[in-house]
């Protein structure tokens, strides 16, 4: 069992306050077909959706872009997805599914045991033969647990090959996208990650990714091509994760993210904590 390790944050952003909307979830529907509609956009067609995971394992969002740049669409988790609003008061939030894990994400993080798998899988075709879709990953691991065995971890699966990458193409998990630990300003995909172990984001979870945009071009247009998405536990049951799939992104050209600005930028001005700002979350996509 994973202990909670006491650490003291390099960086304080305790200044730093949320007015924004706080971020609302809707779990009580599993229906497979309700949640790929959710994710369908221009250019893209679906069909034979299904859904694998728990009770509250899903859900639907809204209110999100204040803090994660996106406001609306479906969330998976490793635990409870009602667990994901803030503020954050918990450093390892833990809903033990009992879930199994799942082959394709445990191979792409060499071989590790996988548990607790949120799976969605359905068919599609697209007009052009590219596409494109928009997500969030994020996680209770952080910034405990980065550099071990529980690197939980996330993918899209298109034709059986993952395009859910970090910007170095490394799969999107604890270990290829983090800050350090302890959390230090350094690590793999540093730029693109957003420490929250403070409470500076209106979210349960300890960190969070900028938005990432997954993509494929050059499918054949003509043809039915199948979509995996996956996240699972790694190492064991405990400390959940989740992600954040932007609602509508799903499409053949490349989509819009919500841009609002930072939450508590402007109060952090009048403060005069101009280095603070150093620190500001910034959007990638």
Same mark, same amino acid.
């Given at each position: ?46 069909? @034979? ?19 994660? @740049?996106?406001?609306?669409? &479906? ?75 529980? @690197?939980?971890v996330f993918a899209f699966f298109v034709n059986g090959v993952n395009i859910a990458e ?8 604890? @270990? ?93 001005? &009048? ?5 603070l700002l150093a620190n500001r979350r910034r959007l990638h996509s």
């Open positions: 069992m994973k202990k909670l390790l006491q650490g003291v944050a390099l960086v304080s952003t305790a200044a730093v306050c949320q007015t924004a909307s706080a971020l609302v979830i809707d779990a009580t529907s599993t229906d497979g077909t309700a949640m790929a509609n959710a994710l369908l956009g221009s250019g893209v067609t679906i069909s @034979n959706a299904n859904y694998i995971g728990g009770p509250n394992q899903s859900g639907f969002f809204s209110d999100g872009a204040a803090v994660l @740049n996106i406001d609306e669409g &479906l969330i998976m988790t490793t635990g409870d997805a009602t667990d994901a609003p803030g503020p954050n008061s918990a450093g390892g939030t833990t809903t033990v599914v009992g879930g199994a894990g799942d082959a394709d994400l445990s191979a792409l993080i060499g071989g590790a045991t996988t548990n607790d798998a949120a799976v969605l899988t359905f068919d599609f075709t697209t007009t052009t033969g590219d596409l494109f879709f928009n997500y969030v990953f994020a996680s209770e691991e952080y910034n405990e647990f980065v550099g071990t065995q529980f @690197n939980d970090a910007p170095d193409g490394q799969p999107v998990s604890i @270990n290829n996208v983090n800050c350090g630990n302890p959390f230090s300003g350094a690590g793999p995909n540093c730029d693109f990650y957003n420490n929250n172990e403070t409470g500076v984001f209106d979210i349960e979870y300890d960190g969070f990714t900028d938005v990432f945009t997954a993509s494929v071009l050059g499918l054949d247009p003509e043809a039915t091509h199948s979509m995996k998405i996956a996240i699972a536990d790694t190492g064991d049951s405990s400390w959940d994760s989740a992600v954040f799939l932007q609602g509508g992104s799903f499409t053949d050209a490349p989509p819009p993210v919500s841009t609002v600005p930072e939450p508590g930028s402007l109060a952090l001005m &009048l403060l005069g904590l101009g280095g």
